[in-house]
């Protein structure tokens, strides 16, 4: 009918959006800040292993419950600073996880090593330690499982795999602040953690990261590494046994991370809190699989909120239909990862040059992971879960009244 123009229900076909409001904001601080930042400027000593940097790696260190950690400028080089310091290079392999942020796998590539990719577990998005076995070689020296939006991997099976082949475990906790496995943090279980501190993290300071272990001589290694590789014992400044670099941390960024850390725990039950009645609200849903519960994941920042879309359960409708329809009524949503070895940084001379590898990855297929990055995947970020019950029930109406109007958007 010309100069008719249809209405339906949902914002996306022009009807009203259930949520006009945004979600809590990200980040949060205060006075805190405020002044711990003032403190820095006036004390004349902004960088280089300042009095912030040792509170910090003190009070983060008892928090993981691990003996030693290195502050460091970001979560990348947490992983690089790691592999270097136990002496993983050219001609080595890594197993990762496809289901990651780049830096997992470009830390690898950088020290010379070559990622070796296992699938994920369709439920938990995270690193299958079934299929971990397959996929070691005698070149093997490291796995990187990572706790993907804090949810803990199985850290028991991995790390009987990791035994039994001889390998060293980095946990990749960039997501995982204050998670547990069995009641032991995250980033203190593997033979090393990694954290991110990136502005989107639970913990925050603009950029930054963490090495944490238990292990003395892994720590003096990294300590020498990020402090342009002198020698942790050391009293001459310009000696330089080790190859290092420069990853130290500003003190600018550890006076932040010192009062952010202090609202840290009171936000993860919050999440916790949230994510539970969300979860329950969901599993109403037949088109929606949330993540199933299991006693031994004793907490979960939830850095993220993954679910998985099934479309076959919604009349075949695309996910990228069905996201833009709830973004459309006020919620944000992401299809979150796609599938890194798909990347085409795999295709080129660089890293060719930097790791010798002779794998093709063009002809790499892992099922779970297509599945998840192509159709399934999902989520929401942890600032959504920092609102209140009302806030949950908006996330899970809206899906409904996706739902129940989707013949609007076939
Ligand atoms: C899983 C994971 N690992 C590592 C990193 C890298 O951390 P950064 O951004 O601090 O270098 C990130 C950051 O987004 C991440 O999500």
Not at 35 to 40: A, C, E, H, K, P
Not at 131 to 152: C, F, L, N
Not at 329 to 351: A, D, N
Request: with cysteine; charged share 25%.
């Amino acid at each position: 009918m010309k100069g008719v123009c249809y209405m339906g229900k949902l914002a996306i076909t022009g009807g009203s959006k259930l949520r006009a409001k945004g979600f809590p904001v990200w980040p949060v601080y205060g006075k805190e800040e405020a002044d711990g930042l003032q403190r820095v400027l006036e004390s004349r000593q902004w960088g280089t292993l300042g009095p912030e940097v040792k509170k910090f790696t003190e009070k983060f260190n008892k928090y993981l419950g691990v003996k030693y950690g290195v502050a460091v400028t970001n979560g990348t080089v947490t992983m690089e600073v790691l592999l270097r310091a136990m002496g993983i290079g050219y001609g080595d392999e890594v197993l990762v996880p496809p289901y990651t942020f780049v830096a997992t796998v470009s830390a690898v590539i950088t020290v010379g090593a070559t990622p070796v990719f296992v699938d994920i577990d369709e439920e938990t998005f995270n690193m299958d330690p079934e299929k971990m076995e397959v996929a070691i070689t005698p070149a093997t020296k490291a796995v990187i499982p990572v706790h993907i939006g804090g949810r803990s991997c199985d850290m028991d099976k991995i790390m009987a795999v990791a035994k039994k082949h001889n390998l060293m475990v980095i946990e990749d906790a960039a997501h995982a602040h204050g998670s547990e496995w069995k009641g032991q943090k995250s980033g203190s279980v593997g033979t090393a953690g990694s954290f991110s501190f990136q502005a989107s993290k639970n913990l925050n300071s603009g950029e930054g990261g963490f090495i944490s272990t238990n292990d003395k001589e892994l720590f003096e290694m990294s300590w020498g590494i990020h402090h342009c590789g002198r020698d942790y014992s050391g009293t001459v400044w310009y000696g330089h046994p080790l190859v290092g670099t420069n990853a130290r941390m500003t003190e600018w960024q550890a006076v932040i991370l010192n009062a952010q850390l202090d609202r840290m725990d009171q936000q993860i039950d919050k999440r916790m809190e949230n994510a539970k009645y969300l979860t329950s609200r969901l599993n109403e849903i037949g088109c929606i699989k949330t993540v199933p519960e299991d006693d031994r994941i004793t907490r979960n920042s939830y850095h993220l909120y993954l679910f998985r879309y099934m479309e076959e359960q919604l009349k075949g409708l695309p996910r990228e239909k069905f996201l833009k329809a709830l973004g459309a009524e006020g919620i944000p949503v992401s299809p979150g990862y796609t599938c890194l070895y798909k990347m085409p940084l795999f295709q080129t001379e660089q890293m060719k040059k930097m790791t010798g590898s002779k794998i093709d990855y063009t002809k790499v297929y892992l099922d779970v992971a297509e599945k998840v990055t192509e159709h399934q995947g999902v989520w929401t970020t942890q600032n959504v879960l920092l609102g209140e019950k009302e806030d949950m029930d908006d996330f899970a109406n809206a899906i409904i009244k996706v739902v129940e109007n989707v013949d609007e958007i076939l």
